[in-house]
């Protein structure tokens, strides 16, 4: 099986649950893992099982505009350190350029603070949109995992469901591969 994840991270906390996800998918194939501002409109091309992650920003998924208030954040907080390449482009570009699917499974993730999300929104659920807009399959609801504060570190014990979340996706992709 052949996956591709692709993510979006300005602080680490999104990186670090795609490869908490990015290890346990190695167990069932090949994995690639591409930050969204390398990521072509070919990426997904071959893939058997796609999985895109970014940070809830202002409710959805980033904009240049809050990726420039995160940065302006980053150089008031020196403990603060911003991902390489995290300016962009961010997810929503790579979804406006990006080759329709041929029914490829995917799945969404997000982070994002831990209070309903209702008030927080949730990038999971605009990213799981626009992958079904796309023609993916998806094979499982999009899913949160969340930061301590708007910043993070990733609260205690989300990487652990980041790993039980990505061992739920090798059974789906592995079941509907040879149901
Ligand atoms: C500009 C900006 C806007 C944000 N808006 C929201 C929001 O609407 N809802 C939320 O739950 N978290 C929000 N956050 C917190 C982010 O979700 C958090 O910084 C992100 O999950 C960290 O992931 P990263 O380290 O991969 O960037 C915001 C953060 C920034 C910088």
Redesign the pocket.
């Known amino acids: 099986m052949k996956i591709v994840i692709i993510y979006e991270?300005?602080?680490?906390?999104?990186?670090e649950v795609a490869e908490a996800v990015a290890t346990v998918m190695s167990t069932a194939g090949d994995v690639r893992v591409v930050p969204a501002h390398e990521a072509s409109a070919t990426e997904t091309t071959g893939a058997d099982l796609v999985i895109v992650g970014g940070?809830?920003?202002?409710?959805g998924m980033s904009r240049s505009s809050?990726r420039k208030?995160?940065d302006t954040?980053a150089e008031q907080n020196p403990e603060l350190n911003i991902e390489e390449g995290a300016a962009g482009p961010g997810l929503r570009d790579w979804f406006a350029k990006v080759a329709k699917s041929s029914g490829q499974q995917a799945a969404a993730f997000?982070?994002?603070?831990d209070?309903p999300a209702l008030l927080?929104?949730s990038a999971a659920r605009g990213i799981a949109k626009r992958l079904r807009k796309l023609d993916f399959a998806l094979i499982a609801a999009p899913e949160s995992f969340f930061?301590d504060h708007?910043?993070?570190p990733l609260r205690e014990g989300e990487a652990t469901r980041a790993v039980q979340w990505a061992e739920h996706l090798a059974t789906e992709a592995q079941a509907v591969a040879s149901p």
């Not at 991270?9 to 990186?15: D, P, R």
């Not at 940070?55 to 409710?59: E, S």
């Not at 997000?110 to 603070?113: A, G, K, M, Y």
């Open positions: 991270s300005m602080y680490g906390n999104t990186k940070p809830t920003h202002a409710h809050s208030a995160a954040e997000d982070t994002r603070i209070k927080t929104g930061v708007s910043e993070g």
